[in-house]
């Protein structure tokens, strides 16, 4: 059973960091396609990060590039997002997602996606 576990959200002031963390159990960890996503309130879900853990090959979306780093943990099996310089617009729920079967594309499209963590809020107040 896949199984992707979240922490680390939370209160921030604008300009402040957080490191976002995501367990994941149930697959092979250390090859697969990950990705972080936000969904703010009466907004789509949208892709923030994606990495290949077995490469760390990374995208990012335009919005936080520079300011926000994905990176993987393979002997921990755990996903970090690192959020620097946040901004009031980057408050939204958080999600882990991993593309836990078959043959995975690192992408910022939900739907290629099969498993999801339960989210973790973040606000980030001006």
């Known amino acids: 059973q896949v199984q992707l576990v979240e922490s680390g959200g939370g209160s921030v002031q604008a300009g402040g960091s957080l490191r976002l963390s995501c367990a994941g159990s149930?697959?092979?960890?250390?090859?697969?396609?990950m990705g972080w996503f936000r969904q703010a309130p009466g907004k789509e879900r949208e892709g923030v990060a994606a990495i290949y853990t077995g490469s760390r090959w990374t995208i990012y979306a335009d919005s936080v590039k520079g300011r926000f780093t994905i990176f993987s943990d393979n002997a921990a099996n755990t996903l970090y997002l690192q959020m620097n310089s946040l901004k009031p617009e980057d408050t939204a729920m958080y999600y882990c997602?991993?593309?836990?079967?078959?043959?995975?594309?690192?992408?910022?499209?939900?739907?290629?996606?099969?498993?999801w963590g339960q989210g973790t809020q973040v606000t980030v107040s001006s």
């Open positions: 149930g697959y092979i960890y250390s090859r697969t396609c």
């Open positions: 997602a991993a593309q836990s079967s078959g043959a995975c594309a690192v992408t910022l499209v939900a739907g290629r996606y099969n498993s």
